[in-house]
């Protein structure tokens, strides 16, 4: 038997086309002419969509903007200041407290500057020998200042230099050597306690209340927690001390009650103040963000990052929203007298979309939550003491302390702390 043929079939290869160099380069266009046909309107929707995001949040801003216009701009706010504090006492404070020198060679064993003295200041308490001839050399170094400034007669509200049009150019020198008067002022009116000498003790605590006076109008948040700090570090302290040992006279007691009495904190007023100032900074920012790059602007806002990729891109218009909506929220909230700041520490977690270079919320925040509840803690013990120098006045003059409040009215008190 014969093998068998395997079966075969026919398999057409089909003839492949040849290209001239020109017929490629035109195929090649055309395929590429295919693809921009599909790219570009991608493109022009990518930038249609950015460009509708950058109006939306733009008009988003704006629309938040206008229900906070009323707040004053940083010209108003030079103008109010100007108006209801002394403008030509500056230069006189300036002129006899700048030059106050605290250096350390003078500061060792001193309390107050060396974390080394751990003497406490209080009057019935016996101060040691190291720490007198310290604190009294620093006193004697500063005399003049001080007794200058006690010359001086005005009693009232300073208008320290500062333009609120460029927040960042403004220095508070004050703000130091107002501290530092204080501190010496602190320190002289204790050993005056001590040495008994209550009338020069209680000058140097009416220079303090003064020192406290001068900051009350400035729009500048440090300068208001300078005035609160003032109060509970020193002029509550040493009035307190005094009056448990029985130094004051009636007529050194009228005095410093009067001059509490010309100063009362006003919480609501503080924290007007320091929105109205963090808001003009924030404004300011937003229009310029070529401050961040000053020196004091990132130590202010701790801020590190470029500012080209927010100044340019419609991520700042999602930030004004949110900034301006935070001080919406605030001036509203301090209209209607509810004075719950709580919520505003946890506005950041619950506010989406914000980069990190939204200023205010990120670097002041905390500053908002923290100013009210303290200013109204100073305006509480404020009350307190005036009503404990009302009481000893009552016990100097009847050898005995009242049996409630209303007995202080009208002679010691005029009328009762609104908060009592």
């Given at each position: 038997?014969?093998?068998?043929?395997?079966?075969?079939?026919?398999?057409?290869?089909?003839?492949?086309?040849?290209?001239?160099?020109?017929?490629?380069?035109?195929?090649?266009?055309?395929?590429?002419?295919?693809?921009?046909?599909?790219?570009?309107?991608?493109?022009?929707?990518?930038?249609?969509?950015?460009?509708?995001?950058?109006?939306?949040?733009?008009?988003?801003?704006?629309?938040?903007?206008?229900?906070?216009?009323?707040?004053?701009?940083?010209?108003?706010?030079?103008?109010?200041?100007?108006?209801?504090?002394?403008?030509?006492?500056?230069?006189?404070?300036?002129?006899?407290?700048?030059?106050?020198?605290?250096?350390?060679?003078?500061?060792?064993?001193?309390?107050?500057?060396?974390?080394?003295?751990?003497?406490?200041?209080?009057?019935?308490?016996?101060?040691?020998?190291?720490?007198?001839?310290?604190?009294?050399?620093?006193?004697?170094?500063?005399?003049?200042?001080?007794?200058?400034?006690?010359?001086?007669?005005?009693?009232?509200?300073?208008?320290?230099?500062?333009?609120?049009?460029?927040?960042?150019?403004?220095?508070?020198?004050?703000?130091?050597?107002?501290?530092?008067?204080?501190?010496?002022?602190?320190?002289?009116?204790?050993?005056?306690?001590?040495?008994?000498?209550?009338?020069?003790?209680?000058?140097?605590?009416?220079?303090?209340?003064?020192?406290?006076?001068?900051?009350?109008?400035?729009?500048?948040?440090?300068?208001?927690?300078?005035?609160?700090?003032?109060?509970?570090?020193?002029?509550?302290?040493l009035i307190t001390d005094a009056i448990l040992n029985n130094?004051?006279?009636?007529?050194?007691?009228?005095?410093?009650?009067?001059?509490?009495?010309?100063?009362?904190?006003?919480?609501?007023?503080?924290?007007?103040?320091?929105?109205?100032?963090?808001?003009?900074?924030?404004?300011?920012?937003?229009?310029?963000?070529?401050?961040?790059?000053?020196?004091?602007?990132?130590?202010?806002?701790?801020?590190?990052?470029?500012?080209?990729?927010?100044?340019?891109?419609?991520?700042?218009?999602?930030?004004?929203?949110?900034?301006?909506?935070?001080?919406?929220?605030?001036?509203?909230?301090?209209?209607?007298?509810?004075?719950?700041?709580?919520?505003?520490?946890?506005?950041?977690?619950?506010?989406?979309?914000?980069?990190?270079?939204?200023?205010?919320?990120?670097?002041?925040?905390?500053?908002?939550?923290?100013?009210?509840?303290?200013?109204?803690?100073?305006?509480?013990?404020?009350?307190?003491?005036?009503?404990?120098?009302?009481?000893?006045?009552?016990?100097?003059?009847?050898?005995?302390?009242?049996?409630?409040?209303?007995?202080?009215?009208?002679?010691?008190?005029?009328?009762?702390?609104?908060?009592?």
């Amino acid at each position: 038997m014969s093998q068998s043929e395997p079966a075969t079939k026919t398999i057409t290869i089909p003839q492949q086309n040849t290209f001239t160099y020109r017929e490629l380069w035109e195929l090649r266009k055309r395929r590429f002419y295919k693809f921009l046909k599909f790219l570009i309107p991608c493109i022009l929707a990518l930038i249609l969509l950015y460009l509708g995001l950058h109006i939306f949040y733009y008009l988003r801003a704006q629309k938040m903007l206008s229900k906070i216009a009323h707040l004053p701009t940083s010209n108003q706010l030079n103008q109010t200041y100007d108006s209801l504090a002394s403008t030509d006492i500056y230069h006189d404070y300036n002129n006899i407290l700048s030059p106050i020198q605290t250096p350390v060679d003078l500061t060792a064993n001193v309390p107050f500057y060396d974390s080394d003295a751990n003497q406490v200041l209080a009057i019935a308490t016996p101060l040691a020998p190291i720490y007198r001839t310290a604190i009294q050399k620093l006193l004697d170094h500063n005399k003049q200042y001080l007794d200058q400034f006690q010359s001086l007669t005005y009693q009232g509200p300073v208008r320290y230099a500062g333009d609120y049009n460029a927040p960042f150019s403004i220095l508070t020198p004050h703000l130091g050597y107002i501290n530092a008067a204080t501190k010496l002022y602190h320190l002289r009116a204790f050993l005056y306690f001590q040495n008994n000498q209550p009338q020069l003790a209680t000058n140097d605590i009416l220079s303090i209340i003064q020192l406290q006076h001068s900051l009350l109008h400035e729009p500048n948040t440090m300068s208001q927690f300078v005035r609160r700090a003032i109060f509970f570090r020193h002029i509550e302290p040493l009035i307190t001390d005094a009056i448990l040992n029985n130094l004051f006279t009636a007529t050194h007691l009228i005095q410093i009650q009067q001059a509490l009495q010309a100063d009362p904190p006003d919480p609501k007023q503080t924290f007007q103040y320091c929105l109205d100032y963090e808001y003009n900074t924030a404004r300011q920012v937003i229009h310029n963000p070529d401050l961040l790059g000053s020196n004091r602007a990132v130590q202010y806002y701790n801020i590190n990052t470029s500012a080209i990729l927010w100044k340019y891109t419609y991520i700042k218009h999602i930030d004004r929203y949110h900034i301006y909506n935070l001080y919406h929220q605030l001036n509203l909230q301090l209209s209607k007298n509810d004075f719950n700041f709580t919520w505003v520490d946890k506005y950041l977690e619950t506010t989406d979309n914000v980069s990190s270079r939204c200023i205010v919320i990120r670097g002041l925040t905390p500053i908002f939550s923290a100013i009210y509840p303290k200013h109204q803690q100073h305006l509480s013990l404020h009350n307190e003491l005036l009503i404990t120098i009302a009481e000893h006045r009552y016990f100097l003059d009847h050898n005995k302390y009242p049996e409630d409040n209303s007995q202080l009215i009208p002679h010691y008190l005029k009328e009762p702390p609104a908060n009592q």
